[in-house]
T-cell receptor
Framework: EDQVTQSPEALRLQEGESSSLNCSYT??????LFWYRQDPGKGPEFLFT???AGEEKEKERLKATLTKKESFLHITAPKPEDSATYLC???????????FGGGTRVLVKP | SQTIHQWPATLVQPVGSPLSLECTVE??????LYWYRQAAGRGLQLLFY??????ISSEVPQNLSASRPQDRQFILSSKKLLLSDSGFYLC?????????????FGPGTRLLVL
């Protein structure tokens, strides 16, 4: 059974304190690994798609990386506006469905 | 550009009442469409997905059903709501085809069943 596990469940950071979120996955032939940001009461907002091990993508203070077993979302010098829940999802090669992890709630204090 | 709409934004319904949530997508043709439910503080659970008009795949057996009467319209329904149906319902679309492109989400519907 495909599984996606995110850790930690919650992360409290001081403004400027860099950290990393982990997303480990077990899928049959990864077709894509997706990262989303979700603000309270809103739909997830797409951030990145990674397709192969070694790939990296950046957007402002966020950088996503991918290995054969896991993905990391690095937050560099976070600001309070980076506070949100970050979701990762994996797509297996056999279909067009995404399996989501439980998310990491990030709180950045000024 | 593509946009996705959901309504209503919030809904409070009594147990046993019917349900109809609507999702429409603009700016694309023949999208893949998805319904997810998100329980409080938890990840997204895929309920249904559709690759075309009248084509619905169910992921979780329950008292909900989905229909796609038009190319860019996706409806989630129930004949009798249960307390456990409360949650945040999200509709999403992705480009057509079997290859899983990025899914883009709507604003969601908050459903409270009392």
């Amino acid at each position: 059974e495909d599984q996606v596990t995110q850790s930690p469940e919650a992360l409290r950071l001081q403004e400027g304190e860099s950290s990393s979120l982990n997303c480990s996955y077990t899928v049959s032939g990864l077709r894509g690994l997706f990262w989303y940001r979700q603000d309270p009461g809103k739909g997830p907002e797409f951030l990145f798609t990674l397709y192969s091990a070694g790939e990296e993508k950046e957007k402002e203070r966020l950088k996503a990386t991918l290995t054969k077993k896991e993905s990391f979302l690095h937050i560099t010098a976070p600001k309070p506006e980076d506070s949100a829940t970050y979701l990762c999802a994996a797509n297996e090669a056999a279909g067009n469905k995404l399996t989501f992890g439980g998310g990491t709630r990030v709180l950045v204090k000024p | 550009s593509q946009t996705i709409h959901q309504w209503p934004a919030t809904l409070v319904q009594p147990v046993g009442s019917p349900l109809s949530l609507e999702c429409t997508v603009e700016g694309t043709s023949n999208p893949n469409l998805y319904w997810y439910r998100q329980a409080a503080g938890r990840g997204l659970q895929l309920l249904f997905y559709s690759v075309g008009i009248g084509q619905i795949s169910s992921e979780v057996p329950q008292n909900l059903s989905a229909s796609r009467p038009q190319d860019r319209q996706f409806i989630l329904s129930s004949k009798k709501l249960l307390l456990s149906d409360s949650g945040f319902y999200l509709c999403a679309w992705s480009p057509p085809g079997l290859a899983a492109g990025t899914q883009y989400f709507g604003p969601g519907t908050r459903l409270l069943v009392l």
